[in-house]
């Protein structure tokens, strides 16, 4: 709910189950992270995936592309099989008139079927398959579509590591950073263009 801080110098958070004192807090809120740190912009946007029942091996390859006044975008196939479509979809705009909106998770029908749709366009031959899970949440971009890792300006203790439009496949480095910056207040990869400072 807060970072916990006096004169600039990191002292916890507060959360719904209480406070916690610490002497470093990160933040990895992504499309949340300006709710918790306001000196550093990240624009939420909430978008819509899904997931497919498992289907044969197909040769797919991660893509983004403009779709009927929307954009998809798709990732390989899992090893599962399980295929992963998505993309903002037709939004009951009438429901997303302030910016809190993008943090709505409710999936309505009409988003569900144009977003099934995508699969329809982009791969034919899976048209038949069972849609097995849906859901909706808010991402972080920032103004150049960098995320930004480090220190945050002007608040001993507190990082920041939010801005991933698709952060899952750099999970684990980030979190070495991040545990580097923590331990040794410096790491070794090149984190210019990173820099929070930079906006």
């Given at each position: 709910?807060?970072?916990?801080e006096d004169s600039g110098v990191v002292k916890g958070v507060?959360?719904?189950?209480?406070?916690?004192?610490?002497?470093?807090?990160?933040?990895?809120?992504?499309?949340?992270?300006?709710?918790?740190?306001?000196?550093?912009?990240?624009?939420?946007?909430?978008?819509?995936?899904?997931?497919?029942?498992?289907?044969?091996?197909?040769?797919?390859?991660?893509?983004?592309?403009?779709?009927?006044?929307?954009?998809?975008?798709?990732?390989?196939q899992a090893k599962s099989g399980n295929i992963v479509v998505?993309?903002?979809?037709?939004?009951?705009?009438?429901?997303?008139?302030?910016?809190?909106?993008?943090?709505?998770?409710?999936?309505?029908?009409?988003?569900?079927?144009?977003?099934?749709?995508?699969?329809?366009?982009?791969?034919?031959?899976?048209?038949?398959?069972?849609?097995?899970?849906?859901?909706?949440?808010?991402?972080?971009?920032?103004?150049?579509?960098?995320?930004?890792?480090?220190?945050?300006?002007?608040?001993?203790?507190?990082?920041?590591?939010?801005?991933?439009?698709?952060?899952?496949?750099?999970?684990?480095?980030?979190?070495?950073?991040?545990?580097?910056?923590?331990?040794?207040?410096?790491?070794?990869?090149?984190?210019?263009?990173?820099?929070?400072?930079?906006?």
């Amino acid at each position: 709910e807060e970072i916990l801080e006096d004169s600039g110098v990191v002292k916890g958070v507060r959360t719904p189950f209480g406070i916690t004192r610490a002497r470093w807090v990160v933040n990895a809120a992504n499309g949340w992270a300006s709710k918790l740190t306001p000196e550093v912009a990240i624009t939420p946007v909430r978008q819509l995936a899904m997931a497919t029942e498992r289907v044969p091996g197909l040769k797919c390859c991660p893509f983004e592309i403009p779709a009927p006044g929307y954009y998809a975008w798709g990732t390989t196939q899992a090893k599962s099989g399980n295929i992963v479509v998505g993309g903002p979809g037709p939004l009951e705009r009438e429901r997303f008139k302030e910016m809190d909106d993008h943090f709505d998770e409710r999936v309505s029908l009409s988003e569900a079927r144009e977003c099934a749709n995508y699969l329809k366009v982009l791969m034919p031959k899976v048209r038949q398959v069972n849609i097995i899970r849906i859901w909706a949440g808010a991402m972080g971009f920032t103004q150049d579509g960098i995320p930004n890792i480090g220190f945050v300006p002007g608040k001993k203790g507190l990082i920041i590591a939010a801005g991933f439009a698709a952060g899952m496949s750099q999970g684990v480095v980030v979190g070495r950073i991040v545990a580097d910056l923590i331990a040794e207040g410096d790491t070794p990869f090149p984190m210019e263009v990173y820099d929070p400072k930079r906006f």
